[in-house]
């Protein structure tokens, strides 16, 4: 932003004021110059029941990367971001949960703007209080895995998130080194379960041991024969966090009678539901944006975040931030995206955001 | 059975009495001759935790089908037969929930032996009261359907089985005339539903609008359009009482956000769950023999059978009784499967038994 349009910006006579916002008019790959392109935009005003934030902190998701290949083009420019803190600068005529200078976090709704830029607005029923004792970034990793989390252990699984409302159950998460599965991890262990998870790389093994797992497979080897090692050849709960059509026999071999299989990973390829007929267990997708996009129970996502935060400041899980970039800019957005996008990326990548002039 | 062998059975000083069973030892079609035999057996003695039941009469399932041609020849002799009602003769030494000469209905276990035959020994919490003021052959159409029935509501569909309890809800039941689709309009209706079936014989038609079906498509028709053509393009929840893969397609089409679908069809190729990632809909297996199969919440089944006994009792809903054969008989046992073998029976085939000798 050029010097003068930052002046311009702060002219105290400016009737639609302006902000910074990284996004993007076509869907490009990340190695094409303008895959994101930075524009000063109206900043947004609240609608009834929606706050205005001034944001601190984003992190990115892989669900940036679907959305930015998943973009029809119109025109419009798209800005992404589903992770954000900041404080609370205006509110709607009906808010009632949160007041201006409120500390906030949220992941936010998939057809509004997202975090990437100065201001956003958001319905206040997605919105959770800040944890205090954290940072910005360590809080801005957290949201959209928390509430994913969350809805995977309470909606998918049958579970209360609370301390040991699985005493004595055992889940078996694969891939628990990412964003969701760092959280769910902690989670489980929170509410007494014994946590089996996937991890190859010496690196993600650290970090899965780090984020409380009890047993840690190879994917690279024979799963089944690992769990029979542990003695775990069946499991009471199972989420797959990964390749849902590659892991369905395994996961359909080990869940128990009445056990119940949660997925956050769409399939390639139709799958057989047919060994769970008559075994009594369930699967089940999770998508936390579905409740925001058909408005449905919103509220039970700023509670879920309200929840996280509690368990975040007493210590009793923490953050799964892991890298830091400083700035909101093209370039930071490109290299964080860069890091979801090669994947196997360890816990969240989160964009810190300068000082405003 | 001879008269020599009836005087037998009879004989008081007989250490251990025996019953007439209607049976196989091998897996045949039904038009072999020997598809059925009846044998004498020993009667069976209550386990701690179960009742001998004097049975009255009894219902064919399709689930007798399944079992016989699934059937793994070992030699032994096999009773089938999972709808019955009778008289509590005697009680294990743990049971509580019933005394000698309690009149009970139930569906039983798939693992144990089944009704067609003149005793049987059931565990206690899959059994209810059998309700007054109806025949016993329309209270033998009644429990397999109203325990299925029931668990689609209530597991599956997520509401409670009382009245106005789904009031606004709209259900789509793919194949409403027979057994579970009859008690699942009325139960539905008494829920406060919509009820949209689907059928096309004439006959099957009238036995739908008689259980109190709302609106009834022709399942030989475009049955999409049918659907837009009584404002119903999409519906809260779906049951799919036939063919799964052969209506998956529809079924994913005109599932609301956040929808349910149950299904107690077994699919016969993958199917495609994509379509219900991301709008937060639900599809569920019913298998009622799951919870005896592995010990889960066997009280469930007990309790539903009372609620719908009381039902009954109200005329609430009615027995889905289509006909009765009368007299336990290889024959009668061969007429009545193969009624349900032809399919697209309408409401339930019920043996009713003779008076012993």
Chains 1, 2 share one sequence.
């Not at 929170?190 to 650290?206: D, E, H, Q």
């Not at 069946?234 to 990964?242: C, F, K, R, S, Y």
Request: glycine share 8%.
């Amino acid at each position: 932003m050029s010097f003068l349009e930052k002046l311009k910006n702060l002219w105290p006579f400016n009737s639609s004021p302006k902000m910074k916002a990284i996004g993007f008019e076509q869907a490009l790959p990340l190695d094409a110059p303008n895959v994101f392109i930075e524009k000063m935009v109206a900043r947004p005003k609240p609608a009834a029941k929606e706050v205005l934030v001034k944001l601190s902190a984003s992190a990115v998701n892989p669900v940036d990367t679907k959305m930015r290949a998943g973009y029809q083009l119109d025109g419009t420019f798209r800005i992404l971001g589903f992770d954000a803190v900041g404080t609370v600068v205006a509110v709607g005529t009906e808010v009632s949960l949160f007041s201006v200078g409120d500390k906030v976090y949220y992941a936010g709704a998939q057809n509004k703007s997202g975090a990437n830029a100065e201001y956003q607005v958001v319905h206040e029923q997605l919105v959770g209080h800040a944890p205090t004792g954290l940072t910005d970034a360590e809080i801005a990793a957290m949201p959209l895995t928390s509430i994913t989390a969350s809805e995977i252990l309470h909606e998918a699984l049958g579970y209360e998130v609370k301390k040991n409302s699985a005493a004595g159950k055992s889940i078996l998460i694969i891939n628990g080194a990412g964003g969701v599965g760092s959280v769910l991890i902690q989670l489980a262990k929170y509410m007494g379960m014994t946590v089996i998870t996937t991890a190859s790389k010496p690196a993600s093994i650290a970090w899965v041991k780090s984020m409380g797992a009890d047993y840690i497979l190879d994917y690279h080897q024979d799963l089944y024969a690992q769990l029979c090692g542990i003695q775990y050849e069946q499991v009471d709960d199972i989420a797959i966090l990964q390749d849902t059509n590659t892991y369905w026999p395994l996961v359909t071999k080990v869940i128990k009678p009445f056990g119940r299989i949660a997925s956050i990973v769409e399939t390639t390829a139709p799958i057989d539901m047919g060994p769970l007929k008559n075994i009594g267990a369930q699967f089940s997708w999770v998508f936390m944006f579905a409740k925001a996009n058909y408005g449905v129970n919103m509220a039970s996502q700023g509670e879920a975040l309200n929840n996280i935060a509690s368990l975040l400041e007493q210590q009793i899980i923490k953050s799964t931030m892991t890298t830091t970039l400083l700035g909101l800019s093209v370039n930071n957005l490109k290299r964080a995206t860069t890091m979801v996008e090669e994947g196997h990326s360890i816990g969240k990548v989160v964009i810190e955001y300068e000082e405003q002039l």
